[in-house]
């Protein structure tokens, strides 16, 4: 497949479906729009993706101003383009566990992990269907790979370090922060401060640690989308 190089996209050039920038932008309210409705029966979705998508800009802003090896204003463009979609394969995840307010049992979880290959399998279709290079491509390999881990103890395939796709590392951090900071089905709120200290505490272990300084060093901004 097109992204077995897991970080083969990163510093490439993309083409989009679209000419204009009116209707690259009408392209990603589609996929906002589109995701809410995989994700809305959690609850509160609309306003996770929207504060997803604002702190990947940051994070990926600050890639840009610290020089970020091989990062393009391009790629970072296509990165928050797709960040909305990352969780798109929870349409295929039943209502009863998306909304189970008990700890799921081992079947549960597995069906609930699978959403990462559902996303990806879906964004792939969707990717080949119009080419191939759009940020849809960057949209499937992020929602395949945003629950690895920087030690390996992610899913689906255990990547490690720098083995995770760079857009996945990105997402990794910015979902967790917004579930941490604002609350989710399966992480209690801790807010801002506290999703701060969590991120500290767990880079190297959960997540990239270059990437995690980086962001934290943009706790102004961020404090701002809360």
Same mark, same amino acid.
């Given at each position: 497949?097109?992204?077995?190089?897991?970080n083969?996209?990163?510093g490439?050039?993309? $083409?989009?479906?679209?000419?204009?920038?009116?209707?690259?932008e009408?392209?990603?309210?589609?996929?906002?729009?589109f995701?809410?409705?995989?994700? &809305? $029966?959690?609850g509160?979705?609309?306003?996770h993706?929207?504060? /997803?998508?604002?702190l990947?800009? !940051?994070? /990926?802003?600050?890639?840009? *101003?610290? &020089?970020?090896?091989?990062?393009t204003?391009?790629?970072? &463009?296509?990165?928050i383009l797709?960040s909305?979609?990352?969780?798109?394969?929870?349409?295929?995840?039943? *209502?009863e566990i998306?909304?189970?307010?008990d700890?799921?049992?081992?079947?549960?979880?597995?069906?609930l992990?699978?959403?990462?290959?559902?996303?990806? #399998? !879906?964004?792939?279709?969707?990717?080949?269907?119009?080419?191939?290079?759009?940020? !849809?491509?960057?949209?499937?390999?992020?929602?395949?790979y945003?629950?690895?881990?920087?030690?390996?103890?992610?899913?689906?395939?255990r990547?490690r370090?720098?083995?995770?796709?760079?857009?996945?590392?990105?997402?990794?951090? /910015?979902?967790?922060?917004?579930?941490?900071?604002?609350?989710?089905?399966?992480?209690?709120k801790?807010?801002v *401060?506290g999703?701060? #200290?969590?991120?500290?505490?767990?880079?190297g272990e959960?997540y990239?640690?270059a990437?995690?300084?980086?962001?934290?060093?943009k706790? &102004?901004?961020?404090?701002?989308?809360?």
């Amino acid at each position: 497949m097109w992204f077995n190089d897991k970080n083969a996209l990163v510093g490439k050039r993309f $083409r989009t479906t679209a000419d204009t920038k009116e209707l690259l932008e009408l392209h990603g309210l589609l996929a906002e729009s589109f995701a809410s409705r995989a994700e &809305d $029966r959690a609850g509160n979705a609309e306003e996770h993706i929207r504060r /997803v998508k604002q702190l990947t800009g !940051i994070l /990926v802003r600050a890639m840009l *101003d610290n &020089d970020y090896p091989e990062f393009t204003a391009e790629y970072a &463009d296509n990165i928050i383009l797709a960040s909305p979609l990352h969780d798109i394969g929870k349409i295929t995840v039943r *209502d009863e566990i998306l909304k189970k307010g008990d700890k799921l049992t081992s079947g549960e979880s597995g069906e609930l992990m699978n959403h990462t290959l559902a996303g990806s #399998e !879906i964004l792939h279709e969707l990717a080949e269907a119009v080419g191939g290079g759009t940020y !849809i491509a960057v949209a499937a390999v992020i929602a395949r790979y945003h629950h690895e881990r920087w030690n390996g103890c992610g899913y689906p395939d255990r990547l490690r370090g720098e083995a995770i796709p760079l857009a996945a590392r990105i997402m990794s951090i /910015v979902d967790s922060f917004d579930c941490l900071a604002a609350g989710c089905p399966y992480s209690k709120k801790v807010g801002v *401060d506290g999703a701060a #200290e969590l991120l500290r505490k767990f880079a190297g272990e959960y997540y990239d640690p270059a990437l995690t300084d980086m962001f934290l060093t943009k706790m &102004d901004a961020i404090r701002e989308l809360y």
